[in-house]
């Protein structure tokens, strides 16, 4: 797309409200656009609505009109969790208008430097740490984007010495065309969104247009140790940057001495014990090696939250950080709400809440990250995983597994191949709250003092739920009030 001035007098069709939608309506409206907002809820349910007719701007609820999509649109901005299949969306592709996400109107927007998280897991506790570690070096970060607060809005707000820290999803990454981010980060790429992209390579296409318009002036940081990311290296324009658990690097930041990779079946206290005198180092590619901190003094546990904080560094380094000012954050960041969030003890148990683990990549790395017998609770939108790689995790790690939601019986197959003779299956109710309280009760009854339990669904919430910050939110209170 071009800038957004340049649609001036001209028609832009927002589609869906909810934050990004008005706040995207709003700077096109402002500049002179001629928008209309459409959502295929009914008027009540988009509280959105009074504040952008108050404006001035259209806006349609309660169902896709024909004519929405005409030959003289110019342009349609649609909420990224809308699928291309969508009536309107099909109807502006088969007339050549341009569709496009918030972040594409937002790059062009914002006079400060971008730097672009993404990847499967782990994007919301990298994408804050990155904030934390950028304000504490004197960079005045504002962090925005799929961590909640719209892109256009930042891009709005920001000056040129500051840096606007992205959380970017698949979904808003597909639609952009000209975006390109001073520091791109790709965390991982595992099997998820797959009923939204149809199939692997649409998804991870998607995902590496993070790097597509970055010049040799830019920085891409990758995941070494993860093969679909690493092989995207060949394609980079920008300056490499890697991040790794298991190599040391020439150029970028590692764990030294490495982990070993046949080691991820270890129980959490043994790996942490054999870790012990591991350093978080970092080369510029100068052959000097420099010592950032030891991993043991990381604020979060956890060997994925390792990988995290070098991801973290590794963008803020980028981003002109200074070494020494990290440390101190990277000791007392203790995570973001949801993500393997302590919640309580109650008689000797620990109960951990990792709502935020949508699929069964981000649930396998928590059930590592702490110490063993654990007690899960899982279970959610069924997206069309057999759930079969949770197999060796469930026979090696768990003591017992309560499932709930369109994938119980899925997840409870998976239970029983593995040999797992603790399991309970709530059934299904109108009522969601109170389906999770008794996922909560049945896993209290099976853990002993020692024990964990832990929410870490495998799946989305949206079966039972509005969202994974309310299915953890019942969490907690169920949590809390044993």
Same mark, same amino acid.
């Given at each position: 797309?071009?800038?957004?001035?340049?649609?001036?007098?001209?028609?832009?069709?927002?589609?869906?409200?909810?934050?990004?939608?008005?706040?995207?309506?709003?700077?096109?409206?402002?500049?002179?656009?001629?928008?209309?907002?459409?959502?295929?809820?009914?008027?009540?349910?988009?509280?959105?609505?009074?504040?952008?007719?108050?404006?001035?701007?259209?806006?349609?609820?309660?169902?896709?009109?024909? +004519?929405?999509?005409?030959?003289?649109?110019?342009?349609?901005?649609?909420?990224?969790?809308?699928?291309?299949?969508?009536?309107?969306?099909?109807?502006?592709?088969?007339? !050549?208008?341009?569709?496009?996400?918030?972040?594409e109107a937002a790059y062009w927007l914002s006079p400060a430097p971008i730097i672009g998280i993404t990847g499967s897991n782990g994007k919301t506790t990298t994408t804050t740490w990155i904030g934390k570690l950028l304000e504490a070096a004197g960079k005045e970060p504002i962090v925005a984007g799929n961590i909640g607060r719209p892109l256009c809005e930042a891009a709005l707000e920001a000056a040129e010495d500051q840096w606007i820290v992205a959380e970017l999803s698949s979904f808003q990454l597909k639609g952009t065309d000209s975006f390109r981010p001073r520091v791109a980060l790709l965390l991982n790429i595992a099997e998820t969104h797959l009923d939204y992209h149809g199939n692997m390579d649409d998804y991870v296409n998607s995902k590496a247009k993070l790097f597509d318009n970055q010049t040799a002036e830019d920085v891409a940081v990758i995941n070494w140790d993860d093969s679909e990311c690493k092989a995207l290296s060949d394609l980079l324009a920008a300056q490499l940057f890697p991040f790794?658990?298991?190599?040391?690097? +020439?150029?970028?930041?590692?764990?030294?001495?490495?982990?070993?990779?046949?080691?991820?079946?270890?129980?959490?206290?043994?790996?942490?014990?054999?870790?012990?005198?591991?350093?978080?180092?970092?080369?510029?590619?100068?052959?000097?090696?420099?010592?950032?901190?030891?991993?043991? =003094?990381?604020?979060?546990?956890?060997?994925?939250?390792?990988?995290?904080?070098?991801?973290?560094?590794?963008?803020?380094?980028?981003?002109?950080?200074?070494?020494?000012?990290?440390? =101190?954050?990277?000791?007392? @960041?203790?995570?973001?709400?949801?993500?393997?969030?302590?919640?309580?003890?109650?008689?000797?148990?620990?109960?951990?809440?990792?709502?935020?683990?949508?699929?069964?990549?981000?649930?396998?790395?928590?059930?590592?990250?702490?110490?063993?017998?654990?007690?899960?609770?899982?279970?959610?939108?069924? $997206?069309?995983? +057999?759930?079969?790689?949770?197999?060796?995790?469930? $026979?090696?790690?768990?003591?017992?597994?309560?499932? @709930?939601?369109?994938? $119980? =019986?899925?997840?409870?197959?998976?239970? =029983?191949?593995?040999?797992?003779?603790?399991?309970?299956?709530?059934?299904?109710?109108?009522?969601?709250?109170?389906?999770?309280?008794?996922?909560?009760?049945?896993?209290?009854?099976?853990?002993?003092?020692?024990?964990?339990?832990?929410?870490?669904?495998?799946?989305?919430?949206? !079966?039972?739920?509005?969202?994974?910050?309310?299915?953890?939110?019942?969490?907690?209170?169920?949590?809390?009030?044993?």
């Amino acid at each position: 797309m071009n800038h957004p001035a340049s649609y001036k007098g001209r028609k832009v069709v927002v589609l869906g409200l909810a934050r990004s939608g008005v706040s995207v309506a709003k700077v096109f409206h402002q500049l002179g656009a001629q928008v209309t907002v459409n959502d295929k809820k009914e008027r009540e349910l988009c509280p959105e609505a009074d504040e952008l007719t108050a404006l001035g701007i259209s806006v349609l609820c309660g169902f896709h009109p024909d +004519d929405l999509i005409t030959e003289d649109t110019a342009l349609l901005i649609k909420n990224p969790g809308i699928p291309y299949s969508a009536s309107p969306v099909k109807r502006a592709l088969e007339l !050549d208008v341009e569709v496009i996400t918030e972040v594409e109107a937002a790059y062009w927007l914002s006079p400060a430097p971008i730097i672009g998280i993404t990847g499967s897991n782990g994007k919301t506790t990298t994408t804050t740490w990155i904030g934390k570690l950028l304000e504490a070096a004197g960079k005045e970060p504002i962090v925005a984007g799929n961590i909640g607060r719209p892109l256009c809005e930042a891009a709005l707000e920001a000056a040129e010495d500051q840096w606007i820290v992205a959380e970017l999803s698949s979904f808003q990454l597909k639609g952009t065309d000209s975006f390109r981010p001073r520091v791109a980060l790709l965390l991982n790429i595992a099997e998820t969104h797959l009923d939204y992209h149809g199939n692997m390579d649409d998804y991870v296409n998607s995902k590496a247009k993070l790097f597509d318009n970055q010049t040799a002036e830019d920085v891409a940081v990758i995941n070494w140790d993860d093969s679909e990311c690493k092989a995207l290296s060949d394609l980079l324009a920008a300056q490499l940057f890697p991040f790794s658990l298991y190599e040391r690097l +020439d150029t970028g930041v590692f764990i030294d001495p490495p982990y070993e990779r046949h080691s991820e079946g270890l129980q959490a206290s043994e790996a942490e014990t054999a870790s012990d005198s591991r350093q978080i180092v970092y080369n510029f590619g100068d052959g000097v090696k420099k010592t950032i901190l030891p991993v043991d =003094e990381l604020g979060i546990p956890g060997r994925h939250n390792a990988a995290n904080a070098l991801a973290a560094i590794a963008a803020c380094l980028a981003a002109g950080a200074q070494p020494e000012r990290l440390e =101190e954050p990277l000791r007392t @960041f203790r995570g973001v709400e949801h993500r393997l969030e302590f919640v309580r003890e109650r008689n000797g148990v620990n109960y951990y809440n990792d709502s935020k683990a949508t699929n069964p990549a981000a649930t396998a790395m928590s059930v590592r990250s702490l110490p063993a017998p654990v007690v899960l609770i899982a279970g959610g939108l069924d $997206r069309g995983s +057999d759930y079969m790689e949770l197999v060796p995790l469930f $026979r090696d790690r768990l003591k017992g597994l309560v499932v @709930f939601g369109e994938t $119980r =019986e899925k997840l409870a197959r998976a239970a =029983e191949l593995a040999g797992l003779s603790r399991v309970e299956i709530v059934e299904p109710s109108e009522d969601a709250e109170s389906v999770l309280q008794q996922a909560v009760k049945q896993a209290a009854a099976m853990a002993e003092q020692g024990d964990t339990v832990l929410l870490s669904p495998a799946c989305a919430s949206w !079966d039972m739920f509005a969202s994974y910050e309310q299915r953890g939110r019942i969490f907690k209170d169920s949590a809390h009030t044993l």
